[in-house]
């Protein structure tokens, strides 16, 4: 009966722990620990209404990753699309958008939730535990992009853990000039720039990490 006490016991604390465990922040994240993440372009003809188009980031190497998504008028013939890519270490790396469309990109936004990938924007907040110097929203990089500037960008979407001083976030979003305009994201252009992510152990992870201290104490017993 104290076996049967003490699983109920370690199942509860298990249930309490689990958020404690999946807060601590790792500072070092990469293109692959984005993965499952979503990825929604707004595109837009010069004039016409905005079609909203959503794919998911994938792993394409231990430490790399990428989405397409298709423009409006896939899957018929001519149909383009945008490829996104970052690989290794996400804030010493570049964050390629590559628009393969006869479409213009007004805007993308990243959804981090489904992933073990956060936003840290920590030069403008203080840095949460485990996190280190992040980037306000992102940091063109004219030199690698034939696209122009963005208008605006920012985080948004603050991650709900108590461990949160203000710096981490699940989404953002990059918008620029409406099509056809100056400043626009134009067909067949490449976008670069510089952001940071940072990562939380998966919650299947964390289920194992308590898991086997469970089982490690009722050996002990």
Request: charged content about 15%.
């Amino acid at each position: 009966m104290k076996r049967l006490n003490f699983a109920w016991a370690a199942l509860g604390s298990l249930a309490v722990g689990t958020s404690a465990i999946a807060a601590n922040i790792n500072s070092m994240a990469t293109g692959a620990d984005m993965a499952g993440a979503r990825v929604i372009v707004d595109w837009e003809l010069p004039g016409g209404p905005v079609v909203s188009i959503t794919g998911i980031w994938v792993a394409s190497g231990p430490d790399s990753g990428f989405c397409t998504v298709l423009d409006p008028i896939a899957p018929a013939p001519g149909a383009g699309f945008a490829h996104f890519a970052v690989s290794g270490d996400t804030f010493v790396s570049n964050w390629i958008i590559d628009n393969r469309s006869d479409w213009w990109i007004r805007r993308v936004t990243f959804d981090l939730t489904p992933s073990i990938s956060l936003y840290d924007d920590s030069p403008v907040n203080p840095d949460s535990p485990g996190s280190a110097a992040g980037r306000d929203s992102v940091v063109y990089d004219p030199i690698n992009s034939s696209a122009p500037a963005h208008l605006l960008s920012d985080e948004i979407l603050p991650w709900g853990d108590g461990k949160n001083l203000g710096d981490i976030w699940l989404g953002e979003f990059i918008e620029w000039a409406p099509a056809g305009a100056p400043g626009s994201f134009g067909a067949f252009t490449t976008y670069s720039y510089f952001d940071d992510t940072d990562t939380i152990p998966a919650p299947a992870t964390v289920l194992m990490v308590a898991g086997g201290g469970m089982l490690a104490s009722r050996r002990r017993r």
